[in-house]
T-cell receptor, first 111, second 116 residues
Framework: GQQVMQIPQYQHVQEGEDFTTYCNSS?????IQWYKQRPGGHPVFLIQ?????EVKKQKRLTFQFGEAKKNSSLHITATQTTDVGTYFC???????????FGQGTILTVHP | ETGVTQTPRHLVMGMTNKKSLKCEQH?????MYWYKQSAKKPLELMFV???????ENNSVPSRFSPECPNSSHLFLHLHTLQPEDSALYLC???????????????FGPGTRLTVL
């Protein structure tokens, strides 16, 4: 079945450092979505990428969708303590319009 | 964010108890989902309902029984659970219907379940 893998599983950074998480799918995706889950919270939708090679920015966050539409990345510039949490990527499954989530990258930011 | 609500937020139950988790979405969506999130594990999709019909059941034990009486409400009935069922149970909804493209999912705050 479809698999969505994320690396790294954990990332510890000092405040002000950059952070990147990578997402790879075993199949070509029609779109990729990114979610953030704060500690003790629930996943919250961040963004959706649809086009091959697409790049979108949200303030310090930059999202990329690979040319082959099988991989994606999220880059955070100059991390802040408010960036802590788990970042998930998710791609559409072949059945019933459901999403297959990656296992997430847990980001810790040390002040 | 109050689009998807879940009750209760915390639940402690014994292995012989019967309880129900409730989810309500106020977004006019057609699809609803139950996920299980355990510590250090990825989100596990349990059930998918589209237009009140169950369209997917990911080999979930029968001690978990979902119910979707209408497009706005989703329940998860629990009975004779095991300690390893302790987890965060998340409800989500999306606009789409079965067979459509995967839309953005909106999650509720979750129910933190502890089985003693």
């Amino acid at each position: 079945g479809q698999q969505v893998m994320q690396i790294p599983q954990y990332q510890h950074v000092q405040e002000g450092e950059d952070f990147t998480t990578y997402c790879n799918s075993s199949t070509t995706l029609s779109n990729i979505q990114w979610y953030k889950q704060r500690p003790g919270g629930h996943p919250v939708f961040l963004i959706q990428l649809v086009k091959s090679g697409e790049v979108k920015k949200q303030k310090r966050l930059t999202f990329q969708f690979g040319e082959a539409k099988k991989n994606s990345s999220l880059h955070i510039t100059a991390t802040q303590t408010t960036d802590v949490g788990t970042y998930f990527c998710a791609g559409p499954s072949t059945s019933y319009g459901k999403l297959t989530f990656g296992q997430g990258t847990i980001l810790t930011v040390h002040p | 964010e109050t689009g998807v609500t879940q009750t209760p937020r915390h639940l402690v139950m014994g292995m012989t108890n019967k309880k129900s988790l409730k989810c309500e979405q106020h977004l006019g969506h057609n699809a609803m989902y139950w996920y299980k999130q355990s510590a250090k594990k990825p989100l596990e999709l349990m059930f998918v309902y589209s237009l009140e019909e169950r369209v997917e059941n990911n080999s979930v034990p029968s001690r978990f029984s979902p119910e979707c009486p209408n497009s706005s409400h989703l329940f998860l009935h629990l009975h004779t659970l095991q300690p390893e069922d302790s987890a965060l149970y998340l409800c989500a909804s999306s606009q789409g219907v079965a067979g459509g493209s995967a839309d953005t999912q909106y999650f509720g705050p979750g129910t933190r379940l502890t089985v003693l």
